[in-house]
């Protein structure tokens, strides 16, 4: 968690199919589908696009999103999984059938250590952070995630990927500068920030010509001062 809050986690983009990587990850979920006797059923086109994403990380966002359907789906109990390119992305669905959510759980589902109050889902082990890790992931990967569920009708989990473009060439999805993205997520920071921006203004004309000395900040106390700063507004 701390690696995708602070921009740490490691991202290596490809070309990757979309359905073939569909497929490999429920092939390695069915054990665990199968000692639930619940069938599985899918809907993934075989002319789905490539994706501008990382490999692993899409197997991880997939896995996570399989295994909540099958630890929420009852046994003997359906799930859904299906695939569609929509214009420069592709939206990947994961339903279930099992205990559903109301909005007011749906509105906090993605926060951290956020677990409903049905005996089904506190009879589950977890720590409340497997959602929260998912829609970070997804985010950091292009993409946007979401969920639409009603109390014992079952969950309907959703969320996108860029494409490859049609040239063949690889297309960055849009992100902003890691600066400005941990200012989003941390608005707090944006005043720390510009003190710190400040006191480092202050470091390079002190190096020229002595300037911080006149406020009392010299020498070696400078650099911790600056460090300081800047480690509270990240």
Not at 45 to 65: A, C, F, V, W, Y
Not at 137 to 142: F, R, S, T, Y
Not at 194 to 202: E, N, P, R, W
């Amino acid at each position: 968690i701390s690696r995708i809050e602070t921009g740490r986690m490691r991202i290596e983009p490809a070309a990757v199919p979309a359905g073939e990587t569909i497929r490999d990850v429920l092939i390695q979920m069915k054990p665990q589908f199968d000692s639930r006797r619940q069938a599985v059923e899918t809907d993934i086109p075989e002319s789905l696009p490539k994706l501008h994403t990382d490999p692993q990380r899409l197997m991880q966002i997939l896995t996570n999103l399989f295994s909540n359907a099958n630890k929420y789906t009852p046994e003997g109990g359906r799930i859904e999984i299906r695939a569609a390119r929509e214009g420069p992305v592709v939206r990947i669905t994961v339903r279930d059938h099992g205990i559903g959510m109301t909005d007011e759980e749906q509105s906090r589902l993605f926060t951290q250590f956020f677990r409903g109050e049905s005996a089904a889902v506190r009879d589950q082990p977890g720590w409340g952070l497997g959602l929260h890790v998912t829609k970070r992931m997804v985010e950091v990967l292009g993409g946007t995630i979401g969920v639409e569920s009603k109390p014992c009708e079952g969950s309907s989990f959703w969320f996108t990927q860029p494409v490859e473009n049609s040239s063949g060439a690889m297309t960055s999805p849009k992100r902003y500068p890691l600066i400005l993205y941990r200012i989003w997520m941390r608005p707090y920071s944006l005043p720390i920030l510009s003190i710190s921006l400040l006191l480092f203004l202050f470091w390079i004309i002190g190096l020229i010509g002595g300037f911080p000395e006149s406020f009392g900040i010299s020498g070696p106390a400078r650099s911790p001062l600056i460090g300081l700063a800047a480690g509270i507004a990240f």
